[in-house]
């Protein structure tokens, strides 16, 4: 095997476990926010149902984690054998954040052992709440401190190359980089907007399938609520993402968006397609870009007429932004109404087909996050250090990585089917109703 063949299988093999792993993420770092939100609410308004909604998702959760952990120390070890160059400048430079990951995460794991062994032995309930707190803080710093590291790849600071030595390294610095504030807040908020959206779908298929119980209705309205207010806040950071862009990586941007020549009063290019160098059927919307870019209809935009060929990144990004826009502009409309819906109670909320889309709206969720995360590091290409390291010179040369890829495709299908399967038995065997009779019986009560 080749250079070029490692380089490609190394990709490939990078792509897949990013792809695989990034859905157990970013549920591992919204689901705890969840649990603890729907459990506040249940002690505040004294309702069994919202305790309960804690309780099952946690066990849930936990499976999640599992596969979660695997997939997490999958990277970490192909980052070391696939990408040894890379790991010889970063480590030396952004090796703290991954130290700082993997405390949070132990952080966060000791809190919800505690959480889970303390059900009901807390008389006050709003104790064993508390124990949430750190278990949604080491889950959201987790994402917060792996995000740094990707932000660095992005904008790489806090260090001098002479002579090829690296010197004056400066950890903090290369922490704080230029991205570091627009991909942390982006990451984490899409994170709790998409893990809002899935349980949000797990509720309304409950209620297609026959199950009209108040808990499923109260768990759909609920996580609809705050999936309504992610995908907001996700939208407004991602104004906030193209300014960035605008400023720090003009050629992703321009690549994102199609945007061929500088110019001012650029248009938002959407949809539509390339022929021969030219943009056909697309959606422009006039100016869309500059505002995007410099919040002014008239400022100029840098276009791919700046950057050599060899630098610039892969023109289908486009495609991606384009699905993760147009799926996240959904969801903030499918959210909005149905919240304001319930409230006027307006009858077609209630209907089957629009329930249907409340349970296409978890998976086109984790979509959307797939084709951000494809535009983030597609986007960054040729660089593996943007403007210091390409990713042909990051690569290994080993003869064995598309072994290497056959391998741990086979473990993320085997962990895929495996945790589907445990998560459906879990929750197959041990049914709602069924739940709140036995802790009614319990109570010396009758559920409800």
Do not use: C
């Amino acid at each position: 095997m080749g250079n070029a063949d490692s380089l490609f299988f190394s990709r490939v093999l990078t792509e897949l476990t990013l792809s695989f792993h990034i859905i157990y993420a970013t549920i591992g770092v919204g689901i705890p926010l969840m649990i603890m939100i729907a459990q506040w609410v249940g002690i505040k308004k004294n309702d069994e149902h919202y305790i309960l909604l804690a309780r099952r998702w946690t066990r849930g959760f936990v499976i999640t984690v599992a596969v979660g952990v695997v997939t997490g120390t999958a990277i970490g070890l192909q980052l070391s054998l696939l990408w040894p160059n890379f790991m010889e400048l970063a480590g030396n430079t952004i090796a703290l954040p991954l130290f700082m990951e993997t405390f949070a995460f132990f952080f966060e794991a000791i809190f919800l052992g505690i959480y889970i062994y303390t059900w009901d032995r807390f008389e006050n309930q709003k104790r064993h709440l508390l124990l949430l707190i750190p278990v949604a803080l080491g889950a959201s710093f987790s994402a917060v401190f792996i995000t740094i590291v990707n932000a660095f790849m992005n904008a790489p600071q806090g260090f001098d190359l002479v002579n090829g030595q690296l010197v004056n390294v400066s950890p903090l610095l290369a922490m704080f980089n230029p991205a570091m504030p627009t991909k942390v807040a982006h990451v984490v908020v899409t994170a709790y907007m998409t893990s809002a959206f899935v349980l949000a779908s797990i509720g309304a298929y409950r209620l297609l399938k026959g199950s009209n119980h108040l808990y499923h209705k109260k768990a759909l309205f609920l996580t609809m609520k705050l999936g309504l207010i992610f995908s907001i806040a996700t939208a407004v950071l991602g104004d906030f993402s193209g300014k960035y862009l605008a400023e720090y990586q003009p050629e992703k941007l321009a690549a994102a968006e199609w945007h061929f020549e500088t110019e001012k009063g650029a248009p938002l290019i959407l949809y539509g397609v390339l022929a021969d160098g030219e943009v056909k059927y697309a959606l422009k919307i006039p100016f869309g870009l500059s505002i995007l870019s410099h919040s002014n209809p008239n400022a100029e935009v840098i276009g791919l007429d700046q950057f050599k060929e060899a630098d610039t990144p892969p023109l289908y990004i486009h495609y991606m932004f384009d699905l993760m826009v147009t799926i996240g502009m959904w969801m903030v409309l499918l959210s909005f109404v149905y919240v304001v819906g319930t409230w006027r109670k307006w009858q077609f909320i209630f209907s089957k087909w629009f329930r249907w889309l409340m349970v296409l709206g978890g998976p086109l969720s984790i979509i959307a996050i797939e084709a951000g995360w494809w535009l983030d590091e597609v986007g960054r290409q040729p660089w593996v250090l943007r403007g210091i390291m390409r990713t042909k010179d990051a690569a290994t040369a080993s003869g064995h990585v598309d072994t290497m890829l056959w391998l741990f495709a086979g473990l993320y299908l085997i962990l895929g089917i495996g945790s589907v399967f445990v998560l459906w038995r879990m929750f197959r065997r041990n049914p709602v109703e069924q739940e709140l009779a036995d802790r009614a019986a319990e109570r010396g009560g009758v559920a409800k």
